[in-house]
């Protein structure tokens, strides 16, 4: 039988989601947790890899069992083996040509930016902060820039493994909650690095050390030295992964947790 999980995550404690033979992943904390419900070993594959530092709000993996236990057993009985910082919102049966991975149509990122003069103390490790005003308007104008089908070459990381740096970005919102910016990204897949380095780069425009227009500049030339530094990992979250509705699996409704003045 193979089962998908809807899974939501704090990343500050973790090295990133992949297993790592020091452990201390969310992947290994949770292939730990289902491990002890199955009676036996469980290994899953997710939809994305999240760095350090990475949060989810729904990241989807997807495992196989052959063992039959009730889906609440998936969900409030693993999460009574994970950590605080790890939990299942769902589980649903699928057929075994699902992927978590594969079978995705989308991936949506958020980036939470305190923007003011002073860092934040509440929201340190949950939010990114930049110091100097920023000039919402120029950041969006950029971003359209970025919409479309384009070789992300620029944004990406030097240790990217993606086959090809072609990538079509759906979509970006960029708005001003209080003292926070938001940034929502849709696109078919993303690169290693690449939203906290978007986040750097439109950062650089918003303080207005480049016109909006450099953005394409730096698309177009494909060279990452010449892009602005990548973003810290602290805002940063796996929002959600879209899927054919063939499929059926839960629409999970967003906490309404957010950062506002």
């Known amino acids: 039988m193979r089962i998908a999980l809807g899974v939501e995550y704090d990343g500050r404690p973790y090295l990133g989601w992949q297993s790592q033979p020091v452990g201390a992943t969310v992947q ?12 036996a070993p469980v290994s899953v594959v ?3 890899r999240t760095d350090a530092g990475v949060h989810a709000l729904e990241q989807v993996v997807h495992f196989d069992s052959t063992v039959q236990r009730p889906l609440s057993a998936w969900v409030r009985g693993v999460n009574s083996e994970l950590p605080d910082s790890i939990a299942v919102r769902w589980a649903h049966v699928v057929p075994d040509e699902f992927h978590a991975r594969f079978s995705a149509q989308a991936r949506s990122y958020r980036y939470l930016l305190i923007n003011r003069s002073v860092r934040s103390a509440v929201h340190a490790g949950r939010a990114g902060w930049f110091h100097l005003p920023l000039d919402i308007v120029a950041m969006q ?7 479309g089908e384009h070789d992300f070459s620029a944004f990406r990381a030097a240790e990217c ?21 938001v940034f929502d990204f849709s696109a078919n897949a993303f690169l290693h690095h690449m939203v906290r380095n978007l986040v750097g780069c439109l950062v650089y425009v918003g303080k207005g050390k480049h016109p909006p227009s450099w953005i394409a500049e730096i698309l177009a030339g494909r060279e990452r030295r010449l892009a602005a530094p990548t973003f810290a990992p602290d805002g940063l979250y796996l929002r959600s992964i879209q899927y054919d509705a063939k499929w059926g699996l ?12």
């Open 250 to 261: 839960p629409q999970i409704q967003e906490s309404g947790w957010r950062i506002e003045d």
């Open 46 to 48: 997710a939809a994305g």
């Open 28 to 39: 290994h904390s949770l292939q730990q947790a289902l491990s002890r419900i199955a009676d």
């Open 141 to 147: 104008e950029a971003a359209q820039y970025l919409l």
């Open 161 to 181: 493994q993606a086959k090809s740096p072609v990538k079509c970005m759906n979509s970006i919102d960029i708005r001003r909650i209080g003292e926070t910016l």
